[in-house]
């Protein structure tokens, strides 16, 4: 009977073991991030567009491999800041997929401040004050008649006068 006892138990430590290292990394790696290696590859690509529904983030990315929907439903407001439309974005996924939910963020980097879109925009904003008719007139003081303004001085200004209070350093 105690035979039986202690092969019952080792196969239950295997199973115990086996579900371990599924479930384990996963979970433990929100208290110890780093410990686990996780398996997957890297997908790097440019963030094309960034949306908020609900409680949820939607960004698409452009990779070699094709566009990603990802959704982040943990930390959103925090990865709302991180990326922004024109960054670079690495992901650790365990499979390429089209549609990804909180994968991991290996790193982001900044790309050109503002994307294509914003440069685009701010071209335009140019075109149109340049196209602009209240230009055409002219600046508002042309139109505006300078009158000359005199000032009489009742005394003369005294050089020396502030000379006083000035310490004996700077006099020099």
């Given amino acids: 009977m105690k035979a039986w006892s202690v092969i019952i138990v080792f196969f239950i430590g295997?199973?115990?073991?086996?579900?371990?290292?599924?479930?384990?990394?996963?979970?433990?790696?929100?208290?110890?991030?780093?410990?686990?290696?996780?398996?997957?590859?890297?997908?790097?690509?440019k963030v094309v567009a960034k949306d908020k529904k609900d409680h949820n983030l939607l960004?698409?990315?452009?990779?070699?491999?094709?566009?990603?929907l990802v959704t982040f439903k943990n930390k959103v407001p925090e990865i709302d800041l991180l990326v922004q439309v024109g960054d670079n974005l690495a992901l650790r996924?365990?499979?390429?997929?089209?549609?990804v939910t909180d994968p991991v963020i290996e790193?982001?980097?900044?790309?050109?401040?503002?994307?294509?879109?914003e440069v685009e925009e701010e071209k335009d904003k140019k075109e149109?004050?340049?196209?602009?008719?209240?230009l055409e007139k002219g600046p508002p003081e042309a139109e505006i008649e300078k009158?000359?303004?005199?000032?009489?001085?009742?005394?003369?200004?005294?050089?020396d006068e502030n000379k006083d209070l000035l310490p004996?350093?700077?006099?020099?």
Wanted: aromatic residues 8%; glycine residues 10%; negative net charge.
């Fill in 14 to 45: 295997i199973i115990i073991g086996a579900a371990g290292m599924y479930f384990a990394p996963d979970y433990l790696d929100r208290y110890m991030p780093g410990l686990f290696e996780k398996s997957g590859v890297v997908v790097e690509g």
């Fill in 59 to 68: 960004v698409t990315v452009n990779t070699k491999e094709g566009a990603i």
């Fill in 93 to 99: 996924l365990k499979e390429y997929s089209p549609f």
């Fill in 107 to 117: 790193r982001v980097r900044k790309g050109i401040r503002g994307s294509d879109t």
């Fill in 128 to 134: 149109e004050i340049k196209e602009s008719p209240v």
């Fill in 147 to 159: 009158e000359s303004i005199e000032v009489e001085s009742k005394e003369p200004l005294k050089e």
């Fill in 168 to 172: 004996s350093e700077e006099r020099q």
